[in-house]
Each structure stands twice: as C-alpha cells, then as structure tokens.
C-alpha cells in the first residue's frame, strides 16, 4: 500500500548550483544531502520551510554512465522519477509483480537516509519512473 508520495526527484547537472537555485527561486530549503555510490549519485532532499509533506529530491550524477548522467544526456534536467513511501517494499514489489510489473531490482536497495528502494520500469508505469521507498524506522522525515 502506498502511504504518500514521498518525493519528486529531479535529475540536475550541478548539485550546489541546483540548492542556491531552488532558494532564491522558490525558498525551498535542504533537510538532507547524500552521496549515493551504488546509485551514482549525489542527492538533496529540499522541503518548504515547516512542510513535512512530499519533498523534491535532487540528483546530480556522479558518473556519465549512471542513470541521472544518461537521463541528462537524453532529456537534459527534468522530473525524473516520482516517489511513493510504502510501509513494506518486500509486500508492495511482490504484489506490483503479481500484477505484471517489471521491478528493476530483485531486492530493495539503499536509498536517502537509510531508506530502503526499488523502481518499477517506466514502460509499465504510464511513462513514469516510479520509486517504492520504505523509510528507516527511524527517519521522521
Ligand atoms: C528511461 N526512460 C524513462 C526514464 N528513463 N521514462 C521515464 N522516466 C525515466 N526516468 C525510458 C527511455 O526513454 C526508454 O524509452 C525506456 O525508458 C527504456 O529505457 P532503457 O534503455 O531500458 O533503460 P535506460 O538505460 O534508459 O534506464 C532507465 C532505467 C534506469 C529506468 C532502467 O534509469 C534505472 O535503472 N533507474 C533506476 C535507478 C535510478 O534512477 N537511480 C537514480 C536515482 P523509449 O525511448 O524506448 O521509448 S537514485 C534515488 O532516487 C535515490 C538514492 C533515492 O531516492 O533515495
């Protein structure tokens, strides 16, 4: 069961140019920056001031070949993913499966903040990169 969206991720060339953009533009503020190896990426979570709704994530790559670095490369910057918060990926990706979706990993891997992920292909989700996100027990974000 998806319990929220969890974040919008956006794929950016240059990280630091992205935070100081989304500020000035907007006010959002970063709650949280990561470097991803496994993912090849570095990411920040930004949120409005106060608001602990969806969150926007950006994600700059940290090789050509990641997927943020061949998404530039085809799309240039953009929305890039839409993520859901689930309470068990384990159950949500078995039952996705059993609806004939292709999940891109066979187990969850490490995502934000100690977060468990996984990604249902685009091609069986209307065009759209969907992430599962279970959080860390202990993350409150
Ligand atoms: C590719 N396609 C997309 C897409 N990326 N469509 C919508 N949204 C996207 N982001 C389309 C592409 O245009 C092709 O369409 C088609 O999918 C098949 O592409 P492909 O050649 O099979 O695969 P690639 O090489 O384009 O890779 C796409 C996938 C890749 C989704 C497989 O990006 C991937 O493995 N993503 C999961 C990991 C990830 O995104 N990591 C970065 C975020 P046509 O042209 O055939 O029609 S890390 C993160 O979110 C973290 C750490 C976190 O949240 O905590």
């Known amino acids: ?5 969890d974040h919008v991720g956006i794929a950016v060339a240059d990280l630091d140019e992205a935070i100081a953009w989304y500020a000035d533009t907007f006010g959002l503020v970063a709650t949280h920056e990561e470097t991803n190896e496994e993912q090849g990426v570095r990411e920040a979570m930004l949120s409005a001031p106060g608001d602990a709704g969806a969150a926007v994530q950006l994600l700059a790559p940290l090789r050509p070949d990641s ?3 061949k998404f530039l490369d085809r799309n240039g910057p953009g929305i890039q993913q839409m993520a859901y918060r689930v309470a068990d990926i384990e159950a949500t990706s078995a039952a996705l499966r059993d609806k004939g979706m292709r999940l891109l990993y066979d187990e969850p891997r490490r995502g934000t903040a ?4 996984n990604f249902v292909h685009p091609k069986d989700a209307g065009g759209v990169l969907v992430e599962l996100v279970e959080q860390a027990a202990t993350d409150t974000h």
Not at 114 to 117: A, L, Q, T
């Open 67 to 69: 997927a943020i670095g």
């Open 114 to 117: 100690g977060s468990r992920i």
């Open 1 to 5: 069961t998806v319990l929220a969206v």
